[in-house]
């Protein structure tokens, strides 16, 4: 077995008897998946902890309608210092899924969206593992910081400032400011 298969699988639900159910009916699921198996959704992102939450199926008129809560830990790099670090991402997935095959007749379904990743396939297998993949992407900050208050480097010498002080004069504000400077103290002064 190939470990694309494997990585599938854990993501891979069969919703037969749910299509095949009246409308409103619902599956409950845990999601538990091993760092190996996160890890293999996309290598944008370095995975160290595992992925874990629930999702719901709930079957509407013609489609499966999907909602994922799940957290999973991952590495990043701090936008201010530089220090590696891990944090918990919390991602939703709220999606409609639309099967590809009709579940009481066996036609081919024309009409299934723009989107590949939100079809079911022919055997009624509903795979999460692309809107998981976005979902995740999406999630992580755009500048991580390893700490709200993180004092970042300084620019002169490059000292993780959150570590150490370094004997570096702060840069002086070009002169042009100073009238920006005189409202903003202004305004201190009435508060």
């Known amino acids: 077995m190939s470990t694309n298969s494997i990585r599938l699988q854990a993501l891979q639900f069969s919703v037969a008897g ?20 996160v890890d293999q959704l996309d ?20 489609t499966v309608f999907t909602e994922v809560d799940a957290s999973v830990q991952v590495h990043l790099e701090c936008s201010r210092c530089l220090q590696a670090f891990d944090t918990e991402i919390d991602f ?19 009409d299934l969206g723009d989107d590949d990743a939100l079809i079911i396939d022919e055997q009624h297998v509903l795979d999460l593992s692309e809107v ?11 500048t991580p910081t390893c700490q709200d208050d993180c004092k970042g480097l300084c620019p002169t010498c490059g000292t993780n400032r959150n570590t150490k002080t370094c ?19 202004l305004q201190d002064d009435e508060s």
């Open 92 to 110: 939703e997935i709220k999606e409609e899924f639309h099967p590809s095959v009709d579940i009481g007749t066996g036609r081919v379904v024309t």
């Open 18 to 37: 749910l299509l095949k159910g009246p409308m409103g009916k619902t599956r409950t699921y845990e999601l538990r998946l091993p760092i190996s198996q």
């Open 132 to 142: 998981v993949r976005q979902a995740i992407i999406l999630a992580l900050p755009i």
């Open 43 to 62: 290598e944008s992102f370095d995975v160290t902890g595992p992925l874990s939450g629930a999702v719901r199926f709930l079957r509407t008129g013609e």
């Open 167 to 185: 004997d570096c004069v702060d840069e002086v504000i070009d002169p042009r400011w100073d009238a920006l400077s005189m409202l903003l103290e």
